[in-house]
Structures are given as structure tokens and as C-alpha cells.
């Protein structure tokens, strides 16, 4: 992320939001909210966002304050496959990467649906 300390606010704002997002909304419901979020900042003809779609729409999202470095910065943190896109996968990757509360508790999710699958194995073989 770009290291001025108005974005770092911005972003703060935004790692709060998104695990009430998940709160309120539940997996289902916020992976639905990030796929429109998605579809709102993508190139509607290429299918996947691009730094000048993200230029043209981020107003769409209240990131119209966000100066051509910060925008830079999103596409190269988010873009995996350095294509210079993003496609759905990524964007959703780097909206929960952004936010490091909602990626603790995925992993505390993780790790319980994990232990419960074990505990479900291990006691089939009694």
C-alpha cells in the first residue's frame, strides 16, 4: 500500500469495515458484495479491472481521493499473475489481504473447520 498517512486512514476505515461487512452479511453474502464491487470497477469489456478502468470508476466506491501512485500501488499489490489486470479472484484476494482482522479470522475458521474434520476422522476409525 502507498505509505502516505491520509491513505493509511483510508485504509483503516476500510479494514473496519469489511469484517462488519462479514458480520452482518456472513461469507455468502460479502463474497456476493465483493464480486459487485468488482463489477462496478472492471473494464466492462475486457471482464477484469484495469488501472484506467480503476481510474474512471473509483469515485463508484468513495476512491476518488486516492492519487495515481496509491491507484499504481492497488493494481501491483493485487495483480498475482502480473498481467496487468485484475480478475475477479485477485481483486477478492487483495480486499481481504487490505483487510488483516477479517484474514485472522479466516484463519481461525480454517483451523477450526480443520480440527473438526479430524476429530470426525479420527473417531471413525474407533
Avoid: Y
Amino acid at each position: 500500500m502507498a505509505t502516505n498517512n491520509n491513505n493509511n486512514n483510508r485504509s483503516n476505515v476500510f479494514e473496519d469495515l469489511l469484517p462488519m461487512m462479514a458480520t452482518k452479511l456472513g461469507g455468502e453474502g460479502l463474497i456476493k458484495e465483493l464480486c459487485n464491487g468488482f463489477d462496478l470497477l472492471m473494464d466492462k469489456e475486457k471482464g477484469v479491472i484495469t488501472l484506467d478502468s480503476l481510474r474512471k470508476n473509483a469515485a463508484v466506491l468513495g476512491l476518488q481521493d486516492l492519487k495515481e501512485d496509491e491507484l499504481v500501488s492497488m493494481m501491483k499489490e493485487g495483480d498475482l499473475d502480473r498481467d496487468g489486470a485484475l480478475t475477479q479472484m485477485e481483486f477478492c484476494v487483495l480486499m481481504f489481504r487490505l483487510s488483516p482482522e477479517l484474514m485472522e479470522e479466516s484463519w481461525f475458521w480454517l483451523e477450526e473447520a480443520l480440527r473438526h474434520e479430524l476429530d470426525n476422522n479420527n473417531s471413525s476409525f474407533f
